[in-house]
């Protein structure tokens, strides 16, 4: 069974940092595609970035050049780091395990760990 437990997340000024991290069990992690989601009140789940098994990264353009996702297989660890926090980065951030070469697959998610931002 697949589980995903994120940690990291706390409040914090504008400007400032964070880092959170997502630890996978029940999984071979390193075959894995691992991804951060965002979801802010009364809006939908967004995804921030995913970072394919072979390290591959991709970003929503909002977080660009601010925030950077990575790997460890080592840990089964997947880590968002985020600078340059702004107030419309608040939400709760999910971790997500996808394996997109399996048709139909539906993904598994984290608990969630909320994030804010002061202005």
């Known amino acids: 069974q697949v589980q995903l437990v994120e940690s990291g997340g706390g409040l914090v000024q504008a400007g400032g940092s964070l880092r959170l991290s997502c630890v996978s069990s029940g999984s071979i992690f390193s075959l894995d595609t691992m991804g951060w989601y965002r979801q802010a009140p009364g809006k939908q789940r967004e995804l921030v970035a995913t970072i394919t098994r072979g390290g591959s990264t991709n970003y929503a353009d909002s977080v660009k050049g601010r925030f950077t996702i990575s790997r460890e297989n080592a840990k089964n660890t997947v880590s968002l780091q985020m600078n340059s926090l702004k107030p419309e980065d608040t939400a709760v951030y999910y971790c997500?395990?996808?394996?997109?070469?399996?048709?139909?697959?539906?993904?598994?998610w984290g608990q969630g760990t909320q994030v804010t931002v002061s202005s």
């Open positions: 997500n395990l996808d394996r997109p070469w399996v048709p139909n697959f539906r993904g598994y």
